[in-house]
C-alpha cells in the first residue's frame, strides 16, 4: 500500500481541558513531523461503563465546546461517537467523524441518525460479529446519506472477561469498505476483568497494530494518555502518549 494509513488517537475521554491539550499538541507535533494526519478523538460520554459509579464525561453540550475548542487551537480534525440516534445532529455539526459503539453497531435509528449528518461514520465490529456481518450496518448507513462509512475491527468476545481478534475480519470487512481501521487499544481490553472496571495489556498494542496492517487493515486506532494508569477511563488498554510516534513510525 503506497497511501498512508489512517490513524486516529486521543484520550478515551474529556477529563479535562488541559488534557486534550497536551495530547492534541502531541498529534500535531506527530503530524507536522511524520507527514500524517492524525484525527482527534475523545469521548465527552462513555455511556457503556462497567460500573454506575465510573466516570463518563463532561456531557455533550460541554464536551463538543471542548473538542471545538481542540480544533481551533490545533487544527485537527475530531471524531467522536454517540450513544442515542438525538445526539447526531449536535455532534455532526462539530466533528468529522462520527463514531457508533460496537455494542451499538445493529442499531438502525442510530446509524440512520448519524448517517443523516452527511459525515463520515466509523462503525465498530460488534464484540459478536463476524467482519462479514458488518455489510449490513455499513448497507444501512450508506443508504441513509453517509458521506463515507468506516469499519472498525475491535475483537470479538465469549464471556470469561477476555476478547480475541480474528485478523481474518480485516480483509473480509475490506471487501465491504474502503477503509478498515484497526482498533489496537480496545483490541487488548480485558472487559471487566478489573474488579468492578476493564482491565488490559497495553504491551500488545505495537504487535496489534503490525500484524493489523500485515492483514491489510489502512487505518489504526489508539487510545492514548500521559499517565494512562491514572485515566479515568480505559486506562490499562491505552497507550503511553510518548510511545505513538515510534508505533505510527512501525506502520509507514
Given at each position: 500500500m503506497d497511501k498512508k494509513p489512517l490513524f486516529?488517537?486521543?484520550?478515551c475521554v474529556i477529563e479535562s481541558a488541559?488534557?486534550?491539550?497536551?495530547v492534541a499538541a502531541t498529534l500535531a507535533d506527530i503530524n507536522r513531523r511524520l507527514g500524517v494526519?492524525?484525527?482527534f478523538k475523545?469521548?465527552?460520554?462513555?455511556?457503556n461503563r462497567t460500573s454506575i459509579s465510573s466516570f463518563?464525561?463532561?456531557g455533550l453540550e460541554k464536551g463538543l465546546r471542548m473538542l471545538a475548542d481542540v480544533r481551533?487551537?490545533?487544527?485537527l480534525r475530531l471524531l467522536t461517537d454517540i450513544h442515542e440516534s438525538c445526539q447526531a445532529a449536535p455532534v455532526g455539526e462539530v466533528v468529522d467523524v462520527i463514531q457508533i459503539p460496537a455494542f451499538l453497531c445493529r442499531q438502525t435509528d442510530l446509524l440512520v441518525a448519524a448517517a443523516r449528518t452527511g459525515r463520515t461514520v466509523n462503525i465498530k465490529k460488534a464484540q459478536f460479529l463476524s467482519g462479514e456481518d458488518m455489510r449490513y450496518p455499513y448497507e444501512k448507513a450508506m443508504k441513509a446519506g453517509a458521506g463515507e462509512v468506516w469499519l472498525t475491527e475491535r475483537g470479538n468476545m465469549y464471556g470469561y472477561n477476555n476478547l480475541v481478534v480474528d485478523f481474518r475480519n480485516i480483509p473480509d470487512m475490506l471487501g465491504i469498505a474502503s477503509t478498515v481501521v484497526m482498533d489496537c487499544t480496545h483490541s487488548v481490553q480485558r472487559p471487566g476483568a478489573a474488579g468492578g472496571?476493564?482491565?488490559?495489556?497495553?504491551?500488545?498494542?505495537?504487535?496489534?497494530a503490525r500484524a493489523a496492517r500485515a492483514f491489510g487493515a489502512n487505518g489504526f486506532f489508539f487510545e492514548v494518555h500521559p499517565d494512562p494508569d491514572h485515566a479515568l477511563s480505559d486506562g490499562p488498554n491505552m497507550l503511553y502518549l510518548n510511545d505513538l510516534e515510534n508505533v505510527i513510525?512501525?506502520?509507514l
Open positions: 486516529i488517537a486521543g484520550p488541559e488534557l486534550l491539550d497536551t494526519e492524525i484525527i475523545a469521548s465527552f460520554d462513555k455511556a463518563r464525561g463532561p481551533s487551537k490545533w487544527g472496571k476493564t482491565g488490559g495489556n497495553r504491551e500488545f498494542v505495537p504487535a496489534m513510525k512501525s506502520l
